[in-house]
């Protein structure tokens, strides 16, 4: 049952290596944010690994409060890059100009 | 509870955060290796929903033969999955809306966009209005 165990830390180390790799790549913001929500996800996934492996349930609110910070996160980082201009956008921010709405109200 | 209870409650634990490692996993790996937001949104939705809810159910059945494990344990463990069932789709939404009105979506990789033909409808309505009505 240990080398289960070991098997799951090895695997959650390589899942936050990966997802610091398209934190690091990521072309656009929106990426970026999306990665950190998977780098979130493994961080609740390894705090639930260490609470099951002790039958330690004192950290279980820590699991709450970081899948709030996760939502809030994700949330405000659209939300601003909804906001942000389109003539502001960064060259490396690739915009494909079919897509920007005319004719629409923006919210 | 007997020892052998105890220990098929512990490896049925184990094998349930294993398959949520797993998904973890699989999501860093499409993450890197699939070619847009859309389709790396579809695989980082894996381990924050289902992956999540394995990993709870395994802290739960890990936690449950403790004496002093209380009403409060398995309340927090609830919440946390209630919680990430109700924000993972709005989150995931919000992204993928603002991902494509911003112009961040590979329309090659595109099969069907209906929001497209409704879009372009829109502004065909738009612009044949007559002119002298308001403008929306």
């Not at chain 1, 610091?20 to 072309?27: H, K, M, Q």
């Not at chain 1, 004192?58 to 003539?87: D, H, M, N, Q, Y």
């Not at chain 2, 860093?28 to 289902?50: E, N, Y």
Request: aromatic share 6%; net charge neutral.
């Amino acid at each position: 049952m240990n080398a289960l165990w070991v098997v799951i830390a090895v695997l959650l180390g390589v899942a936050s290596l990966l997802g610091t790799a398209r934190l690091l790549l990521g072309p656009s913001i929106l990426d970026r944010a999306l990665s950190v929500d998977v780098l979130l996800a493994s961080a609740l996934t390894g705090l639930g690994a260490y609470a099951a492996f002790n039958r330690d349930p004192t950290i279980l609110p820590t699991l709450l409060v970081l899948s709030l910070l996760g939502f809030v996160g994700s949330i405000s980082i659209s939300k601003f890059v909804a906001r942000r201009p389109e003539e502001h956008a960064r060259p490396e921010d690739t915009v494909y100009p079919a897509t920007t709405e005319q004719g629409e109200s923006r919210e | 509870m007997s020892e052998q209870f105890v220990s098929v409650l512990d490896w049925v634990a184990i094998l349930c955060i294993l398959a949520g490692a797993l998904l973890s996993f699989v999501a860093a790996v499409g993450l890197i290796r699939f070619p847009d937001l859309l389709s790396r949104m579809h695989t980082a939705a894996k381990p924050q929903v289902l992956g999540m809810l394995l990993v709870l159910l395994g802290i739960g059945l890990r936690i449950m033969p403790v004496e002093e494990t209380g009403v409060f344990d398995f309340g927090t463990l609830v919440l946390v999955g209630l919680f990430q069932i109700v924000t993972v789709p709005v989150a995931g939404h919000i992204a993928a809306r603002v991902g494509y009105r911003t112009g961040r979506i590979r329309h090659d990789l595109v099969v069907t966009d209906e929001l497209e033909e409704r879009l372009e409808a829109k502004r065909r309505a738009v612009r044949d209005r007559p002119p002298g009505e308001g403008t929306s």
